[in-house]
């Protein structure tokens, strides 16, 4: 008999970013020249949403796109990566959320973002939209969408009993309690130290943060660590166990998306119920991989490359 793949809905963002590699990141001032400039489809939610798919689950993604040339490219590359977008949702009135991504030759690099579009996803947009939510094995979130939004949709998955991983990214200073209170928390390292207070700068301060984590009502903690890889908090019947999981070293060329790439690896694994520290391996790989290639959705890796490597 064969599996069923994991149904995975993202609610999320979704832009157009325009990629400049330069020599380095350019300071407060300072005027550079890039040698590059690439259109590549982008977005928290929609580079999440293509990682899961092409790690093997079913999922469908529920966004905005605005009124302009931009959209049907996104929706095209959506596509084209297996990622349902009968709940994405044209604003007339505005254009697609754009993202000015500059990408040192180091690999770093600096991000600002225009929401557009996707700032005018509602609390409405998903109410319409919540038998979708009730209908999968995990529903998957950031926070580059409106909070009303994301808060609309987390409280429909768990009136249904449907699993959360939320990734707080771009991360506030503070988050209503109810965003605690999912059954995976996935912050990196700069998230994970502006929601606690707690300078991450490697795997013991992480183990400090990820238990402030679990004592807000998280179900289980991964904080991402970059090269470093990712340290895992579960709270038990007999205290709190952390394990901390290496990732795969690699010559970084973009890390743009890493942690995207991560994420939706690990909505996959856990979506067809693999143990938390094997899922979070197999994240690594993926996160790592991701940095091997310029772009975002350009770079996120295939299950059979992460499964060749784990």
């Known amino acids: 008999m064969k599996k069923r793949r994991p149904k995975i809905v993202v609610v999320g963002s979704i832009n157009m970013d325009l990629v400049l590699?330069?020599?380095?990141?350019?300071?407060?001032?300072?005027?550079?020249?890039?040698?590059?400039?690439?259109?590549v489809s982008g977005g928290k939610g929609a580079n999440q949403a293509v990682a899961s798919a092409k790690m093997g689950a079913d999922v469908e993604i529920i966004g905005r796109v605005g009124n302009d040339v931009f959209a049907p490219q996104l929706l095209r590359c959506l596509n084209e990566?297996?990622?349902?977008?009968?709940?994405?949702?044209?604003?007339?009135?505005?254009?697609?959320?754009?993202?000015?991504?500059?990408?040192?030759n180091s690999g770093q690099n600096s991000i600002v973002i225009v929401p557009a579009a996707?700032?005018?996803?509602?609390?409405?947009?998903?109410?319409?939209?919540?038998?979708?939510?009730?209908?999968?094995?995990?529903?998957?979130?950031?926070?580059?969408?409106?909070?009303?939004?994301?808060?609309?949709?987390?409280?429909?998955?768990?009136a249904a009993g449907v699993k959360i991983l939320l990734n707080p990214a771009p991360a506030p200073k503070s988050?209503?309690?109810?965003?605690?209170?999912?059954?995976?928390?996935c912050p990196n390292q700069?998230?994970?130290?502006?929601?606690?207070?707690?300078?991450?700068d490697g795997y013991a301060a992480a183990t400090?943060?990820?238990?402030?984590?679990?004592?807000?009502?998280?179900?289980?903690?991964?904080?991402?660590?970059?090269?470093?890889?990712?340290?895992?908090?579960?709270?038990?019947?007999?205290?709190?166990?952390?394990?901390?999981?290496?990732?795969?070293?690699?010559?970084?060329?973009?890390?743009t998306a890493a942690g995207d790439a991560f994420i939706g690896a690990l909505a996959t694994y856990l979506s067809e119920y693999q143990e938390l520290g094997l899922a979070c391996r197999k994240a690594c790989i993926a996160g790592a991989l991701a940095t091997t290639k310029l772009g975002a959705q350009t770079s996120l890796?295939?299950?059979?490359?992460v499964e060749a490597l784990g």
């Open 21 to 39: 590699r330069c020599e380095h990141l350019p300071l407060p001032g300072e005027t550079i020249a890039a040698s590059q400039c690439v259109e």
């Open 81 to 104: 990566a297996g990622v349902g977008t009968q709940y994405v949702k044209a604003c007339e009135a505005c254009g697609s959320g754009l993202a000015l991504v500059m990408v040192a």
């Open 118 to 158: 996707n700032g005018q996803l509602s609390r409405l947009d998903i109410r319409e939209v919540a038998s979708v939510i009730e209908s999968a094995d995990m529903l998957l979130v950031q926070l580059e969408c409106p909070l009303e939004a994301v808060d609309e949709a987390i409280a429909i998955a768990q």
């Open 175 to 185: 988050l209503p309690n109810r965003f605690y209170k999912v059954d995976i928390f």
């Open 190 to 200: 700069t998230e994970a130290e502006l929601l606690t207070g707690v300078l991450v």
């Open 208 to 255: 400090t943060a990820a238990k402030m984590l679990l004592d807000r009502g998280a179900g289980k903690v991964v904080i991402t660590l970059g090269k470093d890889g990712a340290c895992v908090a579960e709270r038990k019947n007999n205290g709190d166990e952390f394990t901390s999981v290496s990732s795969l070293q690699v010559t970084a060329v973009d890390t």
């Open 301 to 305: 890796p295939w299950r059979a490359e």
